[in-house]
């Protein structure tokens, strides 16, 4: 690893504006310390030759005083976002080599502000698990590890190979989705920072869909305002997806460091259940006395349905992931073997042997 690599989103970006290093420079630190690091396989796919391209025009447009919010930072892509010529699998091989003509909106946004697209990263196969062991690809590996053990972690999942990659400054942020935890998860058990925007804030469009009504991208990267950064431009209304939100979007960074002296915060008391490691419980506890001593109004509220919210999402999850993976009936994609022979159909047996058959049966 270098020092390129190890730096944060905002570090880059202002490395980048004081030319101290080029796109180019920083593409290529983070395309090695890729290849070093491909046994925690959190890439599905490296794309080089793509990356030095896109870092090259970030910086012509740099030196031409034209640079976007992104420009020249690179990034990795989780697999469930189509893009145009470039594989996309969703971590299984029902897609097998499925090459997109179309480029997600969320990826397009990116590449509109200069990122730079370094590969597409392992995930759960089609988005469901929750420990990135279900993609065809083989398992991510988390780069952390116990004190005093060489034994493998889980990433966590959906988006393991996103967390994992930023975990292990492979790359300065990636995009990733989250329909029943798959960014808040995988970031909590690699030291990351994800977030699961409001519903409609990123359009879902070209994004290969698990549950309708829950999926969401949105960012992992290294702090709060990396995080924020990505988001800013990620987000946006599509008039491709009509669950797309037609608000503005802020400069979320713009709220990083900002007091929360005077805020009142609800505390859902139903968020505390029987049998919470005393550990979980201690951090829940130090997080209300940090907003306490920052100023804030804090406030026991109930939420009497939660205790309702996993039966429900296993209700609803479930049944959209039915109705959305049909597509996926081996008419449309997959693999295609020319000159393949159909084997011959059985004959159905006719009405009288079928009751013969009965007869003797019973």
Known sequence: ???????????????????????????????????????????ILETPDTALLMAGEADVRRAKGDAGALSGVPLGIKDLFCTKGVRTTAGSNILGNFVPEYESTVTSNLWRDGAVMLGKLNLDEF??????????????????RRKDSESKLTPGGSSGGSAASVAADLCLGATATDTGGSIRQPAAFTGTVGIKPTYGRC?????????????????????????????????????????SLNIPVPDFASFVGRSVKGLRIGIPKEYRVDGMPPEIDALWENGIAWLKDAGCEIVEVSLPHTKYALPAYYIVAPAEASSNLARYDGMRYGLRVEGAISPKPTKTPGPRALVKRLNAAF
């Not at 030319?19 to 890439?43: C, G, I, W, Y």
């Open 127 to 144: 988005a469901m698990g929750s420990s990135n062991e279900t993609s065809a690809f083989g398992p991510v590996v988390n780069p952390w």
């Open 1 to 43: 690893m270098s020092d390129l690599t190890r730096m944060t989103l905002k570090a880059a970006l202002d490395g980048l504006q004081a030319k101290k290093f080029s796109s180019v420079e920083l593409t290529q630190a983070h395309l090695d310390a890729m290849a070093q690091a491909r046994p925690l396989n959190a890439f």
């Open 203 to 243: 359009s879902r469009w070209g994004v290969v869909a698990f549950a309708s009504s829950l999926d969401q991208a949105g960012p992992i990267a290294k702090t709060v305002e990396d995080a924020a950064i990505l988001l800013t431009s990620m987000s946006g209304h599509d008039p491709k997806d009509a669950t």
